[in-house]
């Protein structure tokens, strides 16, 4: 059987972050990898690509991730998104979640908890 | 990080030469630490015994501790305790200053009263110091004169010199803090924090410290402010802003900030400039209060 490829969204506009993540994701399963640096494009690309996961920094330009991770749900309810930012408050995991968010990483991250995403959201019943 | 506050302070004070301290510092690992300079630095014994003990040592086959306790100087307990207490980095230093006949033993017991007095660092405070507890020093020899946030940004500083110390280098050293009216940056990442409180935070060094400091963060080599090293120091600081913004708000305090950017040659005013010695250059960290 094939190796199954997940399409992923990583939406940061740190380009450092974004090699950063694809690095440590590329160790855990195959994957095609899409990008966007802001909530806009991240939203844009979503609605054209169809990923089978979106991991989304918070505090990025033009519209912030909670707005981006509003307005992907919307499109697609079914959407699964996964925070990955540096700004865990108290005040932006309630509002992740509210959005819809079905995960929070605080940034920075450590391998187990990619792995531990990629095992509940990708590679289910593995 | 206290070796280095302490190798200053003895430099400041006359004890030795920068070319004395440099050529220390190179030798402290593979510095033997004695008892002497150990029962000294936590004042059990004098200089003064501890060179009657040496004296004594020469007539019998005896060792320091043994001799210490025999003369009455030391108890057991406080023998058993200076056996098993840390390789401090400021004694080490000591001991090579000593080894070296730069200081002689009084000095280092003079030097090292004065230190506590100067500072005035109580003997808990001391244990803390010298075990490079970031916070304790920080406290100690950080001010933030007429700053309306003093403990928060002490607090700030200390959590920005452990994620240097974390990510970028082991032997970072927080130096002084300067209030100034205006400061010419060369290259600086900038973030705003935004709430109660409001803050423009900004990571500021010259284009060789910029790009080393990127490149260590990046865990890779770069060689010039391009668009990776630009996007290495902002994710720093976007990093450390976000962990200091998840303390804050543990504590009930809910701040915002905005995405970090990265200008080159801009002025900043009214701001305190805080310098950070690294391993290959200086990196200031500036905050202004709105």
Known sequence: MAKETFKVLICDDSILVRKKLKEALSALASFEFLEAGDGQTAIDVYKKERPDLV???????????????????????????????????????????????????????????????????????? | MFTQYFGNYLLNKGYLTAEQLHDALEEIKDARLKLGVLAVNAGYMTAEQTEEVNEAQKKYDKRFGELAIEMGYLTEEQLKELLSSQKYGHLLLSQVLVDKGIMTLSEFEKAINEYKRDY???????????????????????????????????????????????????????????????????????????????????????????????????????????????????????????????????????????PQEVFKDIKVEKLFKVSAELSFGCVNILIQEH
């Open chain 2, 120 to 258: 005035s660092i109580s003997d808990k405070e001391f244990e803390a110091i010298q075990s490079d507890d970031v916070n304790e020093i920080i406290n100690k020899f950080i001010k933030f004169e007429g700053s309306k946030n003093e403990k928060l940004l002490k607090d700030y500083i200390a959590l920005f010199a452990r994620n240097l110390i974390r990510f970028i280098d082991r032997d970072a050293v927080i130096k002084e803090v300067s209030k100034l009216e205006v400061y010419d940056c060369q290259f600086a990442a900038k973030q705003d924090i935004s709430g109660a409180i409001v803050l423009t935070t900004y990571i500021e060094a010259d284009e060789n410290a910029f790009i080393q400091f990127a490149s260590k963060y990046a865990e890779e080599e770069l060689s010039s402010v391009d668009e990776m090293a630009e996007a290495s120091v902002g994710e720093f600081l976007n990093l450390h802003n976000g962990i200091f913004l998840v303390n804050l708000s543990n504590q009930g305090i809910e701040l915002k900030m905005t």
């Open chain 1, 55 to 126: 991991f989304m920094d918070l505090v990025i330009p033009v519209k912030d991730g909670i707005t981006a991770v509003k307005e992907i749900k919307e499109f697609d309810n079914d959407a699964l998104v996964v925070i990955a930012s540096s700004s865990g408050t108290q005040e932006n995991l309630k509002k992740a979640i509210k959005a819809g968010a079905v995960e929070f990483i605080q940034k920075p991250w450590e391998q187990e908890q990619l792995s531990n995403v990629v095992k509940k959201f990708l590679k289910k019943g593995e």
